[in-house]
């Protein structure tokens, strides 16, 4: 990936959403904007394939299900959804442990230089809001990484994390989210809401184009996004196929020279 943003190739295959150094890159080399195509879904949980990004607490823990507005104001310093501050567990509702302090762990997921691939997913998914760049807190202690989580969880009744479900311990659970900020049903982390493009956390396979790709490119992603492309994936067993507005969303994105609404480029 790095070549390609550096000008090299035509295309490239990547892992996880895009930071704003990387679209920033691309455009320094390129001298265009990048395109990220998803081509398929992530896997549900299996390990080191995409998995699925769960916020996960102990398994004593009261709290089933948290909002983005609740995601954001956990993570971030900027809050651009609009919770207060979550410093106890009755900020989350948790009425039996009002006063309990919420312990954040993984800080260095998103303290260091380049933030983890997970930790992208989460800014992006709760933190941006509005055409506006969350920001991370910076009054967490930076002393576990995100490969740490499930286990200090584990230990832990009023630790709170992120980590992949293809890393879920005993002890801890995956909570369910809300997609709306004025409520809504909770999303649990299952096979069926990931398959189904219904939880938000769930993450994608996309391979980076130009903006205007060429005609040989475009063929390609017509393929990959087409129903024999599609079926090659399912066929594999790890990673999701695409839902078909998922797909059509791709096929738009090819023909029209936008940008990939799930990229990370500042409007």
Known sequence: MRRF?????????????????????????????????????????????IDTVAVVVHESNPLRAMSLAQLDALFSSSRLRGHHPVRTWGDLGVAEWADKPVRVVGAAAW??????????????????????????????????????????????????????LGHMVPQIRALA???????????????????????????????????????IMREFLRFVLSKDGQEIVSEQGIFLPLRALQASEGLRLIDSGATQLGCSARP
């Open 5 to 49: 943003l550096a000008g090299e190739g035509d295309f490239a295959f990547v892992s996880r959403d895009l930071a704003y150094a990387d679209v920033a890159a691309y455009r320094r080399g390129h001298g265009q904007d990048v395109k990220p195509i998803a081509v398929a879904g992530g896997s549900w949980r299996h390990f080191g394939f």
């Open 111 to 164: 303290s260091s230089a380049e933030p983890s691939a997970r930790a992208i997913a989460i800014r992006r998914v709760a933190m941006d809001h509005a055409g506006s760049e969350g920001r991370w807190r910076k009054d967490v202690p930076v002393d576990s990484k995100e490969a740490d989580v499930p286990d200090i969880v584990a230990r832990d009744p009023y630790a709170i994390g992120f980590t992949g």
């Open 177 to 215: 989210l809300i997609q709306s900020d004025g409520g809504g049903r909770p999303v649990p982390p299952d096979y069926e809401s990931v398959a189904r493009g219904q939880y938000p956390l769930a993450r994608f396979a996309y391979v980076l184009s130009a903006a205007k790709p060429s005609p």
